[in-house]
């Protein structure tokens, strides 16, 4: 039913910013098959260069290029690989690789697995630098011990192969994401520095080749069976995030032409499985921390197309791929923070040389600027950068960029708001530009979206852009977290969202469990969310309407107002609010909410409610995790309203103002 709005209320409407609901129209006329679709492979035959011709980066012993790089990064980076020289390399256990299976954890093989592979990027970064030879031992030991491995991927992952959990089978090679990454990794080592290590051995780069062929290139083409490839299933975030190491592996040591093509036709037709179903707005339903591996990931096999076919593969300007760009500017709060629904922290340092690029790319002028704010925040420039599994694939493009970065101009995006019709997402604040004042985001959705929390009808509060009312985000992962027990974890359950528990109930996972209604319109004075979330229950909650409505009064104060109609009466209504501030209740109906001298700049902020209809109860929650402990410090509260009477329909409202 589409939104009906009086001529008079029209009128009064000095500029209107969004008036929308969703399940309308998408956006954009749906592109099937964006990528496979044009770009066949008797095309990419002739359009994508050889692997001897391809030169996207400048090698070790082309050392103009390499002395371009800021002198800060190039003495960072060496002595970062100094400390490694001579270094030994942690060998993973079977015990240690077992301890998933036996008791959930993935983090001590994890550990092991990715600081080899930190480890060798580093050497082979400071090898670039500096030219003259002294890492390539380390280097060759690196490669070696990392070709000696039975598995490249991590335990948590393995049940990919026919056996199941457990132990890797060494006959049947499977990839993740992590397979995927070391192939990039061997890849992008084999091209910088392939030529010195040819002069040790020429059995070594031999060997490169053969376990990326056999790892990562032939399995890939020959299989069509792992789910990430999305020929089965919908796929999230693993799609976009192997292809495009699965793609670098490709251009650099595929010669065969007709492997080359029908690898990278696949690879095409591969991220369409991902493109096809998505969300004509953009919005990632996995949350901004995994955007870096979603729309950053595709925009990483982008970049590489582009450049591996000399720009005959450019589809930057579709505007599916323009949104999926935007999304990481929209979910920004400020500072650190970003609109963290999901598995996602609510403190995140995003990429800032992939934000620019990707701006850059689209013509996106907000995140070029967001990109370049990004970068002096992260004092880039400065010394050796970072990098994450040693994703050389990522630290590449930053080094040599990094001159036009830091002269571009740097803008935080503030927008007044944004709204996700197709992810049923929306963000609002109070000034244009500004972090001063309210900041609030609310969801609709389902409960089966990708890094799902039963989280329908969910919001968050910040306040001079720091948080009030909080998402708490998700723990470290371990064998739980994506298993059969996965809400069973309180950090994925309803009552640990700021939502009502309703007759004892709360919402359960599932796509059936979902919003409904949703409405949302936005102006100079005022955004104003609303949607059902009575679906979001089992029939036990015995909820008939629970119609919840968000609304933004810039400049002023932030109203939740929740109107609900039961069938029966059997426990009496709670809504639950997370908090990182302390609570204070002074029994009077206000809530008072005081935090450290670092956020909200001391500004207190009150929650007003009705005293005669709800008596409060005020949790703490330690914080032991090391994942919530970077967003929150030790602990954060659960406020409790509870309703004193048992009305079957009822309609109440919560108020956050300035003190």
């Known amino acids: 039913m589409p939104l009906e709005l009086s001529k008079s209320f029209m009128r009064s409407i000095p500029a209107v910013l969004v008036i929308i609901i969703a399940y309308a129209q998408p956006l954009f006329s749906q592109d099937k098959n964006l990528l496979s679709g044009p770009f066949t492979t008797e095309l990419l035959k002739t359009s994508v260069l050889a692997a001897k011709d391809w030169h996207p980066y400048p090698k070790q012993f082309e050392r103009a290029a390499w002395s371009q790089i800021p002198e800060a990064v190039r003495n960072g980076t060496i002595a970062k690989a100094e400390k490694l020289l001579h270094g030994s390399w942690q060998i993973p256990r079977a015990t240690d690789f077992l301890e998933y299976k036996r008791n959930g954890n993935r983090s001590r093989y994890e550990a092991i697995s990715f600081g080899r592979r930190e480890q060798l990027a580093a050497l082979v970064l400071g090898e670039c630098m500096e030219g003259k030879g002294r890492f390539l031992d380390d280097i060759m030991n690196g490669v070696w011990t ?3 491995e039975t598995y490249w991927g991590v335990p948590a992952h393995v049940g990919l192969q026919k056996s199941g959990p457990g132990l890797p089978d060494v006959a049947e090679p499977t990839v993740d994401l992590f397979a995927a990454e070391t192939g990039m990794l061997i890849a992008w080592t084999y091209y910088l520095v392939g030529e010195e290590l040819n002069k040790i051995s020429p059995l070594i780069t031999e060997r490169m080749r053969y376990e990326v062929q056999r790892r990562v290139i ?40 007709t492997r080359r093509s029908a690898s990278i036709h696949k690879i095409l037709r591969c991220l369409d499985n991902f493109l096809n179903p998505y969300p004509r707005d953009g919005g990632c339903d996995e949350g901004p921390s995994y955007w870096g591996r979603a729309g950053g990931s595709l925009f990483d096999c982008l970049e590489l197309l582009q450049s591996a076919s000399g720009n005959a593969i450019n589809v930057f300007q579709k505007p599916l791929i323009q949104e999926i760009g935007r ?51 992260q004092r880039l420039g400065e010394g050796a950068g970072k990098g994450q599994f040693g994703s050389l694939g990522r630290m590449l493009p930053v080094l040599f960029h990094l001159n036009e970065l830091s002269r571009a101009q740097s803008k935080e995006p503030l927008s007044p708001g944004f709204w996700l019709p197709d992810l049923q997402v929306m963000g609002a604040r109070s000034s244009d530009g500004s972090a001063k004042g309210f900041y609030v985001a609310a969801k609709g959705g389902h409960n089966a979206e990708s890094h799902n929390h039963n989280d329908v009808g969910n919001f968050i509060v910040y306040h001079n852009g720091y948080p009030v009312i909080i998402d708490v985000g998700v723990e470290t992962y371990t064998a739980k977290t994506f298993g059969k027990d996965r809400y069973s974890i309180w950090t994925m359950q309803s009552a640990f969202h700021n939502l009502p528990t309703i007759n004892g109930v709360m919402q359960k996972d599932g796509r059936e469990y979902r919003a409904s209604n949703i409405r949302y319109t936005a102006d100079d004075e005022m955004a104003l969310f609303s949607l059902d979330i009575s679906q979001a229950y089992p029939p036990e909650a015995k909820a008939k309407v629970w119609e919840r409505r968000v609304q ?56 007003s409610y009705d005293k005669d209809r709800f008596s409060v109860g005020i949790e703490t929650i330690p914080i032991e995790d090391p994942r919530l402990l970077s967003s929150w410090g030790n602990r954060i509260y659960r406020i409790l309203l509870t309703a004193k009477g048992r009305a079957l329909a009822d309609e109440f409202s919560f108020r956050f103002r300035e003190e």
């Open 218 to 257: 032939s399995v890939n083409l020959e299989r069509d069976d792992f789910w990430w490839m999305g020929f089965s299933r919908t796929v999230n975030n693993w799609n976009l995030w192997i292809c495009s190491n699965w793609l670098t592996a490709v251009l650099v040591f595929e010669e065969d032409p």
């Open 146 to 148: 990392i070709c000696e």
């Open 327 to 377: 999304y990481i500017c929209r979910a920004y709060i400020h500072d650190e923070y970003f609109v963290n629904f999901a598995d996602a922290p609510a403190k995140h340092e995003a990429d800032a040389s992939l934000i620019f690029r990707y701006g850059k790319s689209i013509d996106d002028q907000s995140m070029m600027g967001f990109g370049a704010y990004l970068a002096k925040r």
């Open 552 to 607: 933004l009064n810039r400049g002023k104060d932030v109203v939740i107002t929740d109107r609900y109609e039961l069938e029966e009466m059997r426990q009496p209504v709670m809504v639950s609010l997370m908090t990182a501030c302390t609570p204070i209740d002074d029994k009077q109906g206000t809530i008072h909410l005081r935090s450290g001298s670092d956020q909200n700049e001391g500004q207190p902020i009150s929650i």
